[in-house]
């Protein structure tokens, strides 16, 4: 059978095994992509976007299938040097933590070119250390990945996918965890070296509107099934409830400064957060907004303790259960040794109760954040990113903290499940007068849930104040600038 277009993807199905019975998780998609062309997938978490990726790699899970009539053929040209290139949703987790960016680079380098000699590879590298938008690609060459922000990351990966000149890319949600600068910037730059390649993009998102404004037509996945049409919830959906206005203090962050130190021989200083202070009063949803790199993630740990501040005080006025952090990556967060019941039983261990308690309270944690006991014998890997989610929030929420707060949760969320998110959100704070600190740099959402905002830029507060009024003293989009 001749194939006419890049990739063909007839009657793609996809089986798990449970005993003797066979359940589709992916049933009947179809599609097709030619050269040049842009694809979206959309679709909610757990739709099965990531699978149908990983099919058309071969790279599915040895407890997964293809149904015999499955078909997935791709055509290329003798220019390209390699079929397919992916773009991984978490650089972090992709590139190895012990190897320099630049030998992970000439890894890739070297299997397309393996005839020129060592410093031609170094300088192709750097090449293209500068086509994804680094002006000083000598040291990033040399850089590891934990001295990267998560923009320069996925440049990098970028990079890696593209210098071996793949026919078809495949991005899975490339700019989830970034903001919307950085996204536009990361977006813009990808389909400018695709198109330059001449390459064929499939990329993957819960977000419309990124998928209508950077590609030339989509298919929409709901349940496993390829479906017509498009639906959303919108900001009207989410359900806003009276807070529970209170002027007891929980917390106090006073003249907080946080620094980290680059460097061993001659070491520098460079400064998170410069002198800042706030307060979270019982029962307030406080919201905190900023581009990537303004110290919002900084301010999270230094709240919970993970990270010692270089001067000033946090001061929680209660002596009960503290802060716990819901992180941005939930892959991270989660043990992969440990099933969902085992790592929302240790959770549970801290406080007192029987094992009958503790199982009964892991079902309603699980009710309260969307999800069913068929999850308590899956470990993290076996789960959505918006599944993973959940669970971390499940986790945090079962030893009933005074604070609850959230590094930019909602992120590898679909529209539908970041109100859903935020209406528990509410729900458990009506329930338990628990404090929320929120922060994200999506204003439109911290906007719906929260009733004050503090925003920062370079580690310093700009503006702070009451959400109504900050939104109308300042447009919008220039509120992250």
């Not at 993957?204 to 479906?227: A, C, P, V």
């Not at 919830?233 to 980290?260: F, M, P």
């Not at 967060?333 to 009958?356: C, M, Q, R, V, W």
């Not at 370079?458 to 939104?471: D, F, K, P």
Request: aromatic fraction near 6%.
């Amino acid at each position: 059978m001749e194939y006419p277009s890049l990739l063909t993807v007839k009657d793609l199905t996809i089986y798990k095994s449970a005993g003797n019975q066979l359940s589709p998780l992916v049933d009947n998609i179809n599609f097709t992509i030619n050269k040049g062309e842009r694809l979206g997938i959309i679709g909610p978490s757990g739709s099965g976007k990531s699978l149908t990726l990983k099919a058309i790699l071969g790279i599915l899970p040895e407890n997964l299938s293809l149904k015999d009539t499955s078909s997935i053929h791709i055509k290329i040209e003798k220019k390209f040097n390699k079929n397919i290139s992916l773009i991984p949703q978490n650089p972090q987790i992709n590139l190895n933590p012990l190897i320099t960016i630049g030998q992970q680079l000439y890894e890739s380098i070297q299997v397309i070119d393996s005839h020129s000699n060592n410093k031609k590879r170094v300088a192709h590298c750097k090449k293209w250390l500068e086509r994804v938008g680094f002006q000083n690609p000598d040291r990033i060459y040399l850089s590891y990945p934990h001295e990267l922000s998560g923009g320069q990351l996925q440049r990098v990966i970028i990079a890696i996918a593209l210098c071996q000149k793949p026919a078809l890319i495949l991005a899975d949600e490339p700019t989830t965890a970034l903001d919307p600068i950085l996204q536009n910037q990361i977006l813009n730059l990808l389909f400018n070296l695709a198109d330059d390649l001449q390459a064929g993009v499939i990329i993957i998102s819960h977000d419309i509107s990124i998928i209508s404004k950077w590609t030339n037509k989509f298919i929409y996945l709901n349940e496993g099934k390829q479906i017509k049409g498009y639906h959303s919830l919108n900001s009207n959906d989410l359900i806003r409830k009276n807070q529970k206005n209170s002027e007891e203090v929980l917390l106090e962050v006073k003249n907080l400064t946080i620094k980290y130190k680059k460097g061993w021989l001659r070491p520098t200083f460079f400064n998170a957060l410069d002198n800042i202070s706030f307060t979270v009063n019982k029962g307030e949803r406080l919201g905190i907004i900023g581009i990537s790199g303004s110290g919002k993630s900084s301010l999270a740990k230094a709240i919970c303790g993970l990270i010692t501040p270089h001067d000033g005080q946090i001061v929680y006025t209660h002596s009960g259960q503290r802060g716990q952090l819901i992180f941005q990556n939930p892959f991270l967060s989660l043990n992969p040794k440990f099933n969902i019941y085992k790592t929302l039983n240790e959770a549970l261990k801290s406080k007192k109760g029987t094992k009958d308690y503790r199982n009964d309270k892991i079902l309603k944690m699980l009710s309260l954040v969307g999800l069913n006991d068929s999850f308590l014998d899956k470990f993290p890997h076996e789960c959505s990113g918006g599944e993973q989610q959940r669970i971390a929030i499940a986790r945090a929420i079962s030893i009933s903290p005074e604070l609850l707060i959230l590094d930019e949760s909602l992120a590898s969320l679909d529209a539908d499940r970041q109100i859903s998110i935020l209406n528990l959100l509410i729900d458990i704070q009506n329930k338990t007068n628990i404090s929320i600190l929120f922060i994200s740099h999506d204003i439109k959402r911290v906007a719906e849930l929260c009733e004050r905002i503090i925003i920062l830029s370079n580690g310093r507060i700009i503006a702070s104040g009451n959400t109504s009024e900050l939104l109308n003293s300042k447009p919008l989009e220039n509120l992250l600038i």
